[in-house]
């Protein structure tokens, strides 16, 4: 199969297309035929080195943990899913090597669940990992409907897809974001505030009561900012800065997990989640679609047209 590779640590232009044999697919897994693949930043982070401390990585790498596809086999004891069903996932594996920028990868049934059908290709392989962080911090802060929560980077991969999950869920969503994003954010339901001094004075006067929640997915002085707003520490959710569990909230990394996958479907498909696409590559341009993830001028997923 064709597959994009790295074979040591380094930046993008270390990419490149390779023959690699088809992955075995264990007892619990599938064989995905990919069409098409999510990039995220963490994507050229490990690539980096800058999870080295925390996974098993093996070289030649193939990179990549978001992806959409058919089913193309199934492996012993599979009864979750048949041949030709269409499937989206996250499928980060115990092991880094045999990722999704390729033809086929292997998932074992936990990370994937079915399409969406109202998302295209590109559409439903940008879900997966966003989607899924942005979830997992709500449901660890319990976020509930009639709930008022600070939504930090609102209008970012994951805080899009986080404002509007919060959104469906009931709650009453302010966003941070830089000026030139706040339509964006009125557009998804949020009320926009900016970055920057003055933060907390803004959403006190949004919030007078005060706040029941807030995500951070920012970073910077997010956890300081949400702690002084909100009355319980527990409330609070980051995935950027661990002094959030320090302080008494939550740290969050994001698990794949099947029935986090099918809720997301579902309210995709009742119209309730969008996953705008900035740019469509092909596997060939990998090292491109990483250079403009890197840049942080897109607004929308980057994605790889696999087949």
Do not use: C
Request: glycine share 12%.
């Amino acid at each position: 199969m064709q597959a994009v590779i790295m074979e040591q640590y380094g930046p993008a232009d270390t990419l490149r297309l390779a023959e690699r044999p088809e992955p075995k697919v264990a007892p619990g897994e599938v064989l995905v035929r990919v069409k098409a693949a999510g990039v995220n930043p963490v994507d050229w982070k490990l690539a980096a080195g800058g999870l080295d401390p925390l996974m098993e990585v093996r070289f030649p790498l193939i990179p990549g943990w978001d992806v959409a596809g058919v089913v193309e086999r199934i492996g012993f004891d599979v009864e979750e899913f048949a041949v030709g069903d269409e499937v989206f996932g996250y499928v980060r594996k115990d092991q880094v090597q045999l990722g999704a920028y390729a033809e086929y990868v292997s998932a074992h049934v936990r990370m994937l669940a079915r399409k969406p059908a109202s998302l295209s290709w590109e559409q439903a392989a940008g879900v997966p990992l966003a989607g899924l962080t942005a979830f997992q911090a709500i449901k660890r802060v319990g976020l509930a409907a009639g709930d008022t929560v600070l939504v930090h980077a609102a209008a970012g991969g994951v805080g899009s897809l986080g404002t509007q999950i919060a959104i469906a869920l009931g709650a009453r969503v302010i966003g941070t974001a830089s000026e030139g994003n706040h339509p964006f954010l009125r557009k998804l339901g949020a009320e926009p505030v900016a970055y920057g001094p003055g933060l907390i004075d803004q959403v006190r006067a949004l919030a007078p009561d005060g706040l029941d929640a807030a995500l951070d997915f920012f970073g910077g002085d997010a956890t300081d900012a949400s702690l002084a707003l909100l009355a319980n520490p527990r409330r609070l959710a980051s995935i950027v800065d661990a002094e959030a569990a320090e302080e008494g909230g939550h740290y969050v990394w994001v698990r794949p997990d099947s029935a986090d996958l099918a809720f997301l479907a579902s309210l995709a498909d009742e119209g309730k989640l969008t996953v705008p696409v900035d740019r469509v590559l092909p596997l060939a341009e990998a090292a491109e679609a990483w250079r403009l993830n890197q840049s942080g001028h897109t607004r929308g997923k980057i994605v790889l047209s696999v087949g």
